[in-house]
């Protein structure tokens, strides 16, 4: 897997640039008390997790990745989550059976004291991340505890072993699937029906047991489970690979967490590319899971497979039971070769249009295009032109503000017209037979 690629903080911050809202826990305090009580946890001032959060170069208003390695989703916003602590350890609000459950402030100023010495090494660059990693913690979740785990040890300051088990003691009671006021609904489902109402909403109904949601808050909630499963990504290998075909797209698509990036070659093992570069297939055609979005670059080892039907009949079967296709380059003609293009306006190399107009003329094949979305294929022009229609294919996904952050986080100039093409010329000079 490549799960390697997400390895910054601004992996979280890439999921949007909208301005963060502000999630202040004393919000939640009654307007009749002039002064809040003092934080149960032992300090002078509040705990403010949403700060914190922004200080890591995380995006609260967007940020949702402590869903397990590789940054997937759980269905809720950090931020949100982080808030509903924030209020027990503040004192703005509190747990129902607070005295038969754990020591909230207790557990809290342990692990806050053990993050701040293990993180040591990042509080000159990131002054708040060891009470944004300690609040990551508190949610108890093994998935969130090995999330944050995996990122901090990504910057040489991995988390003890003794500072990731001490909020096991939590049991999970503020993590998605733990049920913090105990009136036998997941703050999960208290989630899901309040926080159209906003988060103080959601926090207060989290904490006491007369607040429930209802049936159809209860559906949406079920619903908002399988929602968060990855999207998985089948990027097809070959020996003779274009390498930015293939590592222009997955730059980006590393990046957002929805997505799940697997390798798959005829046999599974060490692929060299065009350049010499060797790339790992994970699978072989015959052990590949379901693909939701199927990915196929070109390169010069193309032509060799127009007549193999071992990877023609791959790709035939998957593209038919991918909810996405896609391609890079000369990938396009590979996809022709199988007939996935039939019926489908395309685009591929310039320099090279001449073999994708001979391979199929049951694809209508548009020269001037730096990319064409044809509804369930979309196909771009030469190597460069695959970081386009990736970032093409997050927008139409997940939004522009998500492929414009992309953009933004790997510098890249991001050409979003597909009709913007500086390369048709090649064609239209007749230099390769084309006309």
Not at 370 to 398: C, E, F, N, P, Q
Request: glycine residues 10%; negative net charge; proline residues 6%.
């Amino acid at each position: 897997m490549l799960r390697s690629l997400v390895v910054a903080w601004g992996a979280f911050a890439c999921l949007a640039v909208l301005s963060p809202p502000s999630f202040g826990c004393d919000a939640l305090a009654s307007p009749d008390v002039a002064e809040p009580p003092d934080p149960p946890h032992g300090g002078t001032e509040a705990v403010d997790f949403t700060a914190a959060l922004r200080g890591m170069m995380f995006d609260p208003a967007t940020a949702d990745g402590n869903g397990g390695p590789g940054l997937a989703p759980n269905g809720l916003l950090d931020a949100v989550e982080l808030e509903l602590i924030g209020a027990v350890l503040n004192g703005s609000a509190s747990l129902p059976a607070a005295a038969d459950g754990p020591d909230v402030a207790s557990i809290f100023r342990e692990v806050l004291a053990a993050t701040q010495q293990d993180l040591a090494p990042l509080t000159a660059s990131f002054p708040s991340a060891p009470l944004g990693v300690a609040g990551y913690l508190m949610i108890g979740t093994d998935a969130s505890i090995e999330s944050i785990a995996a990122m901090t040890a990504n910057f040489g300051a991995p988390l003890a072993d003794a500072t990731q088990s001490k909020t096991r003691e939590l049991g999970g009671l503020f993590g998605p699937d733990g049920d913090a006021d105990g009136d036998g609904f997941t703050n999960r489902q208290e989630y899901v029906g309040m926080i159209d109402q906003g988060t103080e909403a959601y926090i207060l109904a989290a904490l006491d047991p007369t607040q429930t949601p209802d049936a159809e808050a209860l559906e949406a909630a079920s619903r908002s489970v399988s929602s968060t499963e990855r999207m998985r990504v089948g990027i097809v290998l070959y020996p003779g690979f274009e390498v930015l075909d293939v590592y222009g797209p997955v730059e980006m698509w590393g990046y957002v967490p929805e997505f799940e990036l697997l390798t798959i070659a005829a046999t599974a093992g060490p692929i060299r590319s065009t350049q010499g570069l060797v790339t790992i297939a994970d699978h072989s055609f015959d052990s590949a899971p379901e693909i939701d979005l199927l990915f196929v670059p070109g390169g010069a080892g193309m032509l060799g497979l127009l007549k193999d039907e071992a990877t023609l009949d791959f790709l035939r079967r998957r593209a038919a039971a991918a909810d996405l296709t896609t391609s890079v380059c000369t990938g396009s003609i590979l996809l022709a070769a199988a007939g996935v293009l039939d019926g489908h306006r395309a685009t591929s190399n310039k320099l090279h249009f001449s073999i994708a107009r001979a391979t199929s003329d049951a694809v209508t094949w548009i020269e001037e295009a730096r990319w064409v979305d044809d509804g369930k294929v979309v196909t771009s022009s030469g190597v460069s032109a695959g970081i386009d229609m990736a970032l093409h294919v997050v927008d139409r996904l997940y939004g522009t503000a998500r492929a414009e952050q992309l953009a933004m986080w790997t510098e890249y100039i991001w050409n979003r017209d597909p009709t913007n093409d500086p390369f048709v010329g090649s064609i239209r000079a007749g230099s390769h037979g084309d006309h």
